[in-house]
């Protein structure tokens, strides 16, 4: 690694390490590299890989094994580690030899990104890696992939269906939740005039950053699933979140998933196509035959996506309790100033009203596995992949115990960001639905202490602001961005349930 002049960032905790190269897969859209320890260590890292794998993130997760001159002979560490994986990966398995080290790094490298892409785990046994190798290094052409394309007479086929309908929409996966998917959407959308949306929310059609979305789908009455699972965020394409009649075309690069599409679906009559086809490479064929035909749908669908409560431009929290609006208000401008940004949100209840109320170019989001904890090595990864951007991550105070460590991390490496802390001293996710199950009465287990997270990070040597009304946001705000520094904005907030804009 030293030869190859390749840069390592250490982290403080081994999740934190594929957690880092989940956002910088989403970013690049190259495969992020994790190198871990073994036994424990993998152990402590793999929590990570749902996230990624739900997020369909590229990763290369590399991670040490014990010797395979030792294996079955109770060895340091020993533990069948490909098999631990294998559930939250897309490919698990060993290196056996140092001769066909490089084809292996080559061959994860390709499923990270093949089709659906996803995180590959790759184990390197110690004798393996101490062994000495002469093999010419791998031509950069054993790492390229291929896409698979959508067929004239199916991309044909898809058109005339889109013709027909009225109230057609086509909903992408969250490997599409990027820059480059995003560009892509936008372009098919105008070059069909069908609304274009990207899912990558564990809420699903109640998607707060979607705001009425769930009102239109109701209408529609044809989907293209573009890389999009017909799964329980789509609540398996079912009535009454989806329309009877309405009529599905699935085109996906996964065989399995098509399946799974049909078995969702249920009645053959609604699903009109099904075909593999890469998700980019769908879009890109279609935007370029298509002609637009309509234009009042797209609009509709545009104003439900952009509908918000017009109470949340001023409404306030109580004395000492900001309301999540204000920080989303304040977070708002901040990134709108800035050049270039990315939005980082992450978390149960807090991180809800923050998609909901920011918007921003780039943004990286826990995504459809619904795990919390990966806000601050996204942000990050996010500042590694985007040095010049200004980065800010949304997180509950749950979630900032699971790596708030990782600001020693951000500042050995100078890698200054924005934190936003909504302290509420509660697990509230949870408490919400206690709350509306069992009752206030009934309610427990769920609080924390309203620490002072802005301290904390401050002794770590980063920046530390504490916010106890929303007249001092914007101050706090830019006070942490001018700081050069890793910095957090512990911010007092009311304990409230995730916003709704279904109207």
Same mark, same amino acid.
């Not at 061959?107 to 990270?112: D, S």
């Not at 490997?175 to 609304?195: E, H, I, N, S, W």
């Given at each position: 690694?030293?030869?190859?002049?390749?840069?390592?960032?250490?982290?403080?905790?081994?999740?934190?390490?594929?957690?880092?190269?989940?956002?910088?897969?989403?970013?690049?859209?190259?495969?992020?590299?994790?190198?871990?320890?073994?036994?424990?260590?993998?152990?402590?890292?793999?929590?990570?890989?749902?996230?990624?794998?739900?997020?369909?993130?590229?990763?290369?997760?590399?991670?040490?094994?014990?010797?395979?001159?030792?294996?079955?002979?109770?060895?340091?560490?020993?533990?069948?580690?490909?098999?631990?994986?294998?559930?939250?990966?897309?490919?698990?398995?060993?290196?056996?030899?140092?001769?066909?080290?490089?084809?292996?790094?080559?061959?994860?490298?390709?499923?990270?990104?093949?089709?659906?892409?996803?995180?590959?785990?790759?184990?390197?046994?110690?004798?393996?890696?101490?062994?000495?190798?002469?093999?010419?290094?791998?031509?950069?052409? =054993?790492? %390229?992939?291929?896409?698979? #394309?959508?067929?004239? &007479?199916?991309?044909? $086929?898809? *058109?005339?269906?889109? /013709? +027909?309908?009225?109230?057609?929409?086509?909903?992408?996966?969250?490997?599409?939740?990027?820059?480059?998917?995003?560009?892509?959407?936008?372009?098919?959308?105008?070059?069909?005039?069908?609304?274009?949306?990207?899912?990558?929310?564990?809420?699903?059609?109640?998607?707060?950053?979607?705001?009425?979305?769930?009102?239109?789908?109701?209408?529609?009455?044809?989907?293209?699933?573009?890389?999009?699972?017909?799964?329980?965020?789509?609540?398996?394409?079912?009535?009454?979140?989806?329309?009877?009649?309405?009529?599905?075309?699935?085109?996906?690069?996964?065989?399995?998933?098509?399946?799974?599409?049909?078995?969702?679906?249920?009645?053959?009559?609604?699903? =009109?196509? %099904?075909?593999?086809?890469? #998700?980019?490479?769908? &879009?890109?064929?279609? $935007?370029? *035959?298509?002609?637009? /035909? +309509?234009?009042?749908?797209?609009?509709?669908?545009?104003?439900?996506?952009?509908?918000?409560?017009?109470?949340?431009?001023?409404?306030?929290?109580?004395?000492?309790?900001?309301?999540?609006?204000?920080?989303?208000?304040?977070?708002?401008?901040?990134?709108?100033?800035?050049?270039?940004?990315?939005?980082?949100?992450?978390?149960?209840?807090?991180?809800?009203?923050?998609?909901?109320?920011?918007?921003?170019?780039?943004?990286?989001?826990?995504?459809?596995?619904?795990?919390?904890?990966?806000?601050?090595?996204?942000?990050?990864?996010?500042?590694?992949?985007?040095?010049?951007?200004?980065?800010?991550?949304?997180?509950?105070?749950?979630?900032?115990?699971?790596?708030?460590?990782?600001?020693?991390?951000?500042?050995?490496?100078?890698?200054?960001?924005?934190?936003?802390?909504?302290?509420?001293?509660?697990?509230?996710?949870?408490?919400?639905?206690?709350?509306?199950?069992?009752?206030?009465?009934?309610?427990?287990?769920?609080?924390?202490?309203?620490?002072?997270?802005?301290?904390?990070?401050?002794?770590?040597?980063?920046?530390?602001?504490?916010?106890?009304?929303?007249?001092?946001?914007?101050?706090?705000?830019?006070?942490?961005?001018?700081?050069?520094?890793?910095?957090?904005?512990?911010?007092?907030?009311?304990?409230?349930?995730?916003?709704?804009?279904?109207?």
């Amino acid at each position: 690694a030293l030869d190859a002049q390749l840069d390592i960032v250490h982290v403080r905790h081994e999740a934190a390490a594929v957690h880092m190269a989940d956002a910088w897969g989403r970013l690049t859209g190259e495969p992020g590299v994790a190198l871990l320890t073994g036994g424990p260590g993998h152990a402590n890292g793999v929590s990570a890989l749902y996230t990624a794998l739900a997020s369909e993130s590229p990763i290369v997760l590399l991670s040490g094994e014990a010797p395979l001159a030792e294996r079955h002979k109770g060895a340091f560490q020993e533990m069948a580690q490909a098999a631990v994986a294998a559930p939250l990966v897309k490919a698990a398995f060993t290196a056996t030899s140092a001769t066909t080290l490089a084809t292996d790094l080559a061959r994860a490298w390709r499923q990270a990104k093949f089709g659906r892409p996803g995180p590959v785990y790759l184990g390197l046994p110690f004798d393996v890696l101490e062994a000495i190798c002469e093999a010419a290094p791998m031509d950069q052409a =054993a790492f %390229a992939v291929k896409p698979i #394309p959508l067929g004239e &007479a199916v991309a044909q $086929a898809v *058109l005339v269906e889109l /013709a +027909r309908a009225k109230r057609p929409l086509i909903l992408a996966g969250p490997a599409m939740a990027t820059d480059r998917g995003r560009a892509a959407l936008v372009a098919v959308q105008g070059a069909t005039g069908v609304p274009a949306l990207c899912m990558e929310s564990p809420r699903g059609v109640n998607d707060p950053s979607l705001g009425a979305f769930a009102r239109v789908l109701k209408e529609a009455d044809l989907l293209v699933l573009l890389g999009k699972r017909a799964d329980f965020t789509l609540r398996y394409g079912q009535a009454p979140a989806v329309g009877a009649a309405c009529r599905f075309i699935v085109l996906d690069p996964d065989p399995e998933a098509l399946r799974q599409a049909g078995y969702a679906i249920g009645d053959p009559a609604r699903l =009109a196509l %099904a075909a593999l086809a890469d #998700p980019f490479a769908a &879009a890109a064929r279609l $935007a370029g *035959l298509a002609k637009p /035909a +309509r234009s009042g749908w797209a609009g509709e669908v545009d104003a439900a996506v952009r509908a918000r409560p017009a109470e949340w431009a001023t409404i306030a929290g109580k004395p000492g309790a900001v309301h999540p609006a204000e920080i989303g208000r304040a977070v708002q401008q901040f990134v709108d100033a800035a050049p270039e940004a990315v939005f980082v949100a992450d978390g149960g209840e807090f991180g809800q009203w923050a998609q909901a109320c920011i918007s921003a170019p780039t943004r990286i989001i826990n995504g459809p596995a619904g795990a919390i904890g990966s806000a601050l090595p996204f942000a990050l990864a996010a500042k590694l992949a985007r040095p010049n951007a200004s980065v800010v991550a949304l997180l509950g105070d749950g979630t900032a115990g699971f790596h708030l460590t990782e600001y020693d991390t951000a500042v050995r490496e100078k890698l200054d960001f924005v934190g936003v802390i909504g302290n509420d001293s509660c697990w509230n996710a949870e408490h919400q639905i206690q709350l509306r199950t069992y009752g206030r009465e009934r309610a427990h287990g769920c609080e924390l202490l309203p620490t002072r997270y802005d301290r904390a990070v401050a002794g770590l040597g980063g920046h530390g602001e504490h916010v106890e009304r929303g007249a001092d946001l914007a101050v706090a705000l830019a006070r942490a961005s001018k700081s050069g520094l890793p910095a957090c904005v512990n911010v007092l907030i009311e304990r409230l349930p995730a916003p709704a804009a279904h109207a």
